[in-house]
Structure formats: C-alpha cells, structure tokens
C-alpha cells in the first residue's frame, strides 16, 4: 500500500524538477563554486553541515563521499585537523522537552532565541528576550542554565518567580542553575576585534559607530534568524556518543510523545504576565 504512494511521490517530484541525489550526480568539480561561497559564511561547517547547505541554499543534493572528496582535494589541513578529535566531551543531562533552557551553553535542541545587540551584558535586555519568548509561548519551563554573570541575573529571578507563581510550594527555592565550573562558550569578541586591528572599524568615529550599530548588527540578526529557522527545521547529523532524540528539533518539542520523550512544560496564567514583565524587564 505504501509503495504505490512512494513511486508516485517520486514522480511528482521528477515533474516539478525535484531530483535526487543520485539523478543530479554531481561530481567534485560542479560543487567547488557553491561550497567556496558557502565558505565564506561557514569557514568550519563539516560534510553533514556543507550538505546541509548546499541542499537549502543552492538546491544541490550532493553525497556525503563527493562533499568528502572536496575536501580532502581543497581542504587537507582541514581534514587533518578534525580527525585529530580535539574536541573534548562532558556529560550533558536533560530529561526531557522544556526541562532546561540554557542560555549561554548547550544548543543541542531548538534554538528558542538568538539575539545580538551592541551590549549584550545588560542583564535587563537578556531577561526581556526571555520574557518576549514565554509571553510568545505561554508556557514556561522547569528551569534555566546558564554561565555565572551578572547579565542573567533578572532571568534566573524571573525564571524563580514564574515558577513560584506556578506552583507555590517551590517557595525559597532558585529555580536556576548556575554553571560556575567553567566558561562553555568563548567571547565572541576576538572575532570582531580583528576587524578593528585591520582597520576595518574604527570605534572612535561616530559614523562608524552608527553603520556598526544601525547597520551592522541588523545584518548579523538577520543572519542569526535565518540560521535559527534553519537549526529548528533540520535533522541533526545522529551520533551514537549522545542519547537523545534524532529528528527534526521543532517536530520533537511539538510531538515529544513520538520520539519517546516528554514534555515538562509549565503552564503559566497570562492575567499578570504584563506586570511580572514591568518588574523583570
């Protein structure tokens, strides 16, 4: 019964100019230009991050083996290096869908914001993009995580009080965790002081100042949002080394009960949210 359904599926798409992998049969030399301006964005996405791109952003659907020996042609220290599996592992522990939202560390999951601003230390906006992210949902979660810092301050009291509010007998508990152990993510700002050491920016013209802030950083949010959308709407590449769910991550935390998980979503009353927002933001 289903295979009459896959063979006319496939013809459907044959129709419409959707070919598969096998019948696009692209070869090293007609993925060189589309992975060279892929590169550009995404100087270390690996053979499952480059498919991933070359199918969303190019329509091309390319095998792993041909994406492989790209690089092995094009980028041998590349390859070099990431056999090496630097990369050192630490357990990471979730129960569920919504049992944890960290803010500054693990992504494994659907990516709930990203934000960018010239000062992303104020702890009164980082608590507004959590607040504007339940409002949206109206739900919340068992509790937050996040590196020590004083910008997640009035998250970690907003995330107590919600959860308090919620349910009372959580009373003179922190319903946040504080990863004091060691720093996961590194500055972001490395990144951009190279282009102030080669003169690319300067920060004591004004006009620059505002290109950097009006201009500028609406360029990179874009490029944040495109990369959520497409994070929450992908499979992940499966790795045996971790024991979660593998699928798409926004059909996993809308259908938890498929991929055998569940759901510890807290249900929040919305007849006060604008006050809590006032106070916490």
């Known amino acids: 019964m289903f295979l009459p359904q896959l063979i006319q599926f496939q013809k459907d798409e044959e129709m419409h100019g959707v070919l598969s992998t096998r019948q696009q049969d692209h070869m ?13 964005h995404f100087p270390k996405a690996g053979y499952f991050e480059l498919k991933k791109h070359l199918r969303i952003d190019h329509k091309l659907r390319v095998s792993r083996h041909t994406i492989k020996e790209w690089s092995y042609a094009n980028e041998p220290k590349s390859v070099a290096r990431q056999l090496r599996k630097d990369m050192v592992r630490k357990v990471f522990y979730c129960a569920g869908v919504n049992d944890l939202w960290c803010l500054d560390q693990h992504d494994n999951g659907v990516l709930k914001w990203m934000k960018i601003w010239w000062n992303n230390s104020n702890p009164v906006l980082i608590c507004k993009y959590y607040l504007d992210v339940i409002e949206a949902n109206r739900y919340g979660l068992l509790i937050t995580q996040s590196d020590i810092g004083n910008e997640n301050g009035n998250v970690a009291r907003a995330q107590t009080f919600l959860r308090q509010w919620a349910d009372p007998e959580l009373c003179n508990t922190v319903q946040h965790c504080w990863m004091a152990e060691k720093m996961n993510i590194p500055s972001e700002i490395g990144l951009l002081q190279y282009g102030v050491n080669q003169g690319w920016y300067d920060p004591r ?36 080394k971790i024991a979660h769910p593998n699928g798409i991550p926004l059909l996993i935390e809308q259908a938890p009960e498929r991929f055998d998980t569940q759901d510890y979503k807290v249900n929040l009353k919305v007849i006060f949210f604008n006050d809590i927002v006032k106070v916490h933001s």
């Open 28 to 40: 090293v030399k007609t993925i060189t230009e589309p992975i060279k301006e892929l590169r550009e």
């Open 205 to 240: 013209v004004p006009l620059e100042v505002l290109v950097f802030c009006y201009i500028f950083i609406l360029w990179l949010q874009h490029e944040l949002d495109e990369y959520v959308i497409e994070n929450n709407t992908t499979k992940k590449r499966h790795n045996q």
